[in-house]
């Protein structure tokens, strides 16, 4: 990255392509959150039908939830849940980051253009403080 400040399109297009990447980050969040909640359904029906199945055999209902949980079936979409959230969790992490750096963006693009200014104002001052006709 250049230390230089950036112009006015530079810092329009830095902080638009920050807001791009938040926004993409904000939609994989939604997507995940989306993919768990059908995880999570697909796991507490299955879970269930298999209690209620070993309920039926006159399973001790001490055992049956346990029992149900170890089930091939049902542990696969416990692991395909938790893996979801896995996945969930990573993109809270990703838009708290995307967050942070719009932010940088903006304070980047603030800064760039304050300094502009001053180096503008320099310029300006300089040339005015000689006298007209170069005395001094």
Known sequence: MSEQPWDFDEAVRRCSLASKHQQQAEDALKEAYVGFAAAQEAYARRLAEVVQ????M???ATVCLELARGAEDVSA????????EGVKAAAEQACWRRNADRKDAQRFSDWSQRRQFAEAAGEVRHEFSQPVGGRA
């Open 53 to 56: 199945s070993l309920r039926d």
């Open 77 to 84: 979409l416990r692991s395909e849940r938790d893996q979801w």
């Open 58 to 60: 006159s399973v001790p």
